[in-house]
């Protein structure tokens, strides 16, 4: 729903049809079945790569935590969480219709936050306000009469702020669990493209449509019905509701009146606890019930228990301290991504740059940088040999940078165009930043033999290659490159890499790389 009181329901996959999008590329109105289509067009147009998937990723991590004191339990909280990345990841009409977002002024996941607002039912008079409710009252009721009633909708708070206000989810062994996930999503997509919802109930509208297609890419069952104002979906809604409202009353049967209490509290329009200290009991019993970590294909992000909880914990740990705020704490202000995010542990870690992390925190926190006249970093790599038998090179300069001398610390070489390097040596590579995945494309003795080399950001701070060799390969005139793509780094046998890669730019192949700021 988006700005209107009417209860969000689902589509049959199956029955879901696009009509053609409309002639000569107009843009369709924003209610229309065609809008759906045109979105799809759109976003696809701007393909999210590797790298904003890694920020985007992190982003509706930051706007979940910082909307705990907004949400009733952990297991809503996570569900929010894992179900938003497992569509990033997995959906490509999701990806499109967050690309559309970015690329036409409509919201963006960072700036989404999340509540869980319930309200009086109207259709009984037995209670005034919420904090008047019982437990035990909601449990002795129905879907049709229940005394608390949830409507999803995509809304602004008081300051403008863009809001998702979605029911409690249910458990993650009901049936009902994907319809719920089906439903955020169309409350997401309202926020993203500017869609809206018919009031018909026999056609579908372009918000449900796009709903759809994420829960077949996710392959999400939902229930059909007719259209989007089928009043069987009404009912099917209430239900899913209140069943929810029931599996969450089971989830903490030994806290049920501080589940009440943060019930009324967020109702109310306040915010409760950032932390769900007091619904805890039910993570060391038989009771917990939060959803797996989202599933996607790792071969360019890293997942695990340590994906959410920041630590090497195990999956259970990270079930019990899914409310811990530092997961998403910026490790330095230094590195950002282009909107101004700071870095989060996990993103390094999926973008493959904790060594350049280390290497380049090593010289902002306790050296300095220094000019060399050259015109850029491309100019510097043209110049140098590997290792010279009784010079520098980039083996030496790289050592020197990395370890610093008898007269300075670790430093860095900032070039003519704003273009800079830092050293690194194969010491860098250690069992906390060895997942880098160019650490195995070329060997992986790191330690066995002395190497060194220089780490290449462009004018922006965006790296751009890795260069590095040891004393003996290097007075032969050789060693291994590293160039910075789609979030990975790309093995390179040739030297003349920079003419073939870098012939008409200097900038890093990933022109969404975060930025490294000196």
């Known amino acids: ?23 000569n590329n107009e843009k369709p109105h924003y209610g229309s079945d065609e809008y759906a289509d045109y979105v799809i067009s759109k976003g696809s147009e701007h393909r999210l790569t590797a790298t904003q998937l890694s920020e985007l990723s992190s982003a509706i991590s930051r706007s979940v935590v910082a909307s705990y004191g907004r949400l009733i339990d952990r297991h809503t909280a996570a569900s929010i969480e ?7 990841m997995n959906s490509p009409t999701f990806q499109s219709a967050v690309s559309f977002g970015i690329n036409n002024q409509q919201e963006t996941l960072g700036r989404i936050q999340f509540s869980n607002e ?10 005034e306000d919420i904090d008047e409710i019982e437990a035990w009252e909601i449990e002795e009721s129905d879907a049709t009469n229940s005394p608390l009633i949830c409507i ?14 979605i029911c409690l989810a249910p458990s993650t062994h009901s049936e009902e669990y994907s319809w719920w996930q089906e439903a955020l999503i169309h409350e997401m997509i309202h926020h993203i493209t500017g869609s809206s919802d018919p009031d018909s109930e026999v056609r579908y509208g372009p918000t449900e449509i796009l709903a759809q297609r994420v829960a077949r890419e996710n392959n999400w069952f939902v229930p059909s ?3 989007y104002s089928d009043p069987e979906r009404t009912e099917g809604i209430q239900r899913r509701n209140f069943n929810a409202l029931i599996d969450t009353i089971n989830r903490h049967p030994a806290a049920a009146s501080e589940l009440m209490s943060r019930l009324a509290t967020i109702a109310s329009g306040l915010r409760a606890s950032n932390q769900f200290t007091l619904l805890t009991s039910y993570c060391s019993s038989s009771q917990i019930d939060l959803p797996p970590l989202p599933d996607f294909d790792d071969d360019h992000f890293n997942m695990g228990a340590a994906f959410f909880t920041g630590a090497s914990a ?30 989060i542990k996990r993103d390094f870690k999926n973008l493959n740059l904790l060594v350049a992390k280390q290497a380049f925190l090593r010289v902002k926190n306790r050296g300095a940088f220094y000019a060399k006249n050259w015109s850029s970093w491309k100019a510097w790599y043209q110049a140098s040999a590997w290792k010279h038998a009784f010079g520098y090179g980039l083996y030496g300069y790289g050592l020197e940078q990395a370890i610093g001398n ?14 800079f390097s830092v050293g690194v040596v194969g010491k860098d590579v250690t069992s906390s930043t060895k997942s880098d995945n160019f650490t195995t494309l070329a060997g992986t003795n790191w330690h066995t033999i002395k190497y060194a080399g220089q780490m290449f950001f462009d004018r922006n701070g965006r790296p751009v290659a890795l260069v590095i ?18 979030g990975k780094w790309l093995y390179e046998p040739h030297d003349d890499w920079d003419d073939r890669y870098f012939a008409n730019s200097e900038l890093s192949l990933d022109a969404h790389a975060p930025q490294f700021i000196r």
Do not use: H
């Open 1 to 23: 729903m988006f700005k209107r009181r009417v209860f969000a329901v689902l589509l049959s996959l199956s029955s879901l049809t696009i009509t053609p999008a409309t002639a």
């Open 469 to 486: 060799t040891d004393m003996m390969t290097g007075v032969v005139g050789s060693g291994w490159s590293f160039i910075y793509s789609e």
């Open 118 to 127: 319930y309200e009086i039912n109207p259709d009984q008079d037995m209670f």
């Open 406 to 419: 008898d007269l300075y610390n670790p430093y860095g070489l900032v070039f003519n165009d704003g273009s």
């Open 152 to 165: 999803n909708e995509a809304k602004e708070d008081d300051e403008g702020n863009p809001i998702v206000n």
């Open 225 to 227: 019905f007719r259209g």
């Open 82 to 88: 894992y179900t938003l990345i497992d569509a990033l």
């Open 314 to 343: 195990s999956q259970s740990v990270g079930r019990c301290s899914i409310d811990n705020a530092l997961r998403v704490q910026s490790v330095t202000e230094d590195i950002r991504f282009a909107a101004g995010y700071p870095l």
